[in-house]
């Protein structure tokens, strides 16, 4: 089985200020890891995702992440946050195990911008 | 490319009703995936279509069944249905493969009254 629990329902930041949304998952087999945002009234797009290989992974929109495996971990990180940001953001995991197609998704941290 | 598409984009039907909601995959995919989204929730996975049959199905009882076509569109079907099945609906393509990139289309709006 695996699981994704988001750290935080609501983060608020200042524009400029460093973004931390935090990610922890649990899985019996290594795992595939991905963000998604969704803006409001609209679907899910992927801003990253570490399946193999290199450990800190960068998305789009000048997000990065970073897989940690000791600490079940992989927080989404933006050094400076733009309005633009705002939006709600959910963290899924996936593997390369059996018959597992399925994402599984945590509960979303909603991201508000303050200018 | 129109990406993914997903008719209609919001609906309202009475507790008992069926319905039955449509997704168009982003050109070049074969694989369809449902989620449900309730309100304040991460999505949850309903089932995948591939190659016209369900490959995996998630938690969801038998009221929730599914088609893929030979074009690759995809149907939802629920029956039945109840107040706890209002809920955004999102469809999900993707090339078969277990890490590709899954394009998610903006959703259907369900609303049982």
């Known amino acids: 089985a695996q699981s994704v629990t988001q750290l935080g329902s609501h983060v608020s930041v200042s524009e400029g200020a460093l973004v931390l949304l935090r990610c922890n998952y649990s899985?019996?087999?290594?795992?595939?890891l991905f963000w998604y945002v969704q803006y409001p009234n609209q679907g899910l797009q992927l801003l990253l995702k570490?399946?193999?290989?290199?450990?800190l992974v960068k998305g789009i929109n000048g997000f990065e992440a970073e897989f940690k495996k000791s600490e079940t971990s992989f927080h989404l990180t933006k050094p400076s946050a733009h309005m633009s940001d705002a939006a709600e953001y959910f963290c899924?995991?996936?593997?390369?195990?059996?018959?597992?197609?399925?994402?599984?998704f945590g509960k979303g941290t909603l991201l508000t911008v303050n200018p | 490319d129109a990406g993914v598409t997903q008719s209609p984009t919001h609906l309202i039907k009475t507790r008992g009703q069926q319905v039955t909601l449509r997704c168009s995959p982003k050109?070049?995919?074969?694989?369809v995936s449902w989620y449900q989204q309730a309100l304040g929730q991460g999505p949850q996975f309903i089932f995948q279509?591939?190659?016209?049959?369900?490959?995996q199905r998630g938690n969801f009882p038998d009221r929730f069944s599914g088609h893929q076509f030979p074009n690759y569109s995809s149907e939802l079907n629920v029956n039945a249905l109840l107040l706890g099945d209002s809920a955004l609906y999102l469809c999900?393509?993707?090339?078969?493969?277990?890490?590709?990139?899954?394009?998610f289309g903006q959703g259907t709006r369900l609303t049982v009254v």
């Open positions: 999900a393509s993707s090339f078969p493969g277990l890490n590709t990139e899954a394009f």
């Open positions: 899985s019996s087999v290594p795992p595939y």
């Open positions: 570490y399946t193999t290989g290199a450990t």
């Open positions: 899924a995991v996936s593997h390369s195990g059996g018959s597992n197609y399925k994402l599984t």
């Open positions: 050109s070049g995919h074969d694989t």
């Open positions: 279509y591939y190659e016209e049959e369900e490959r």
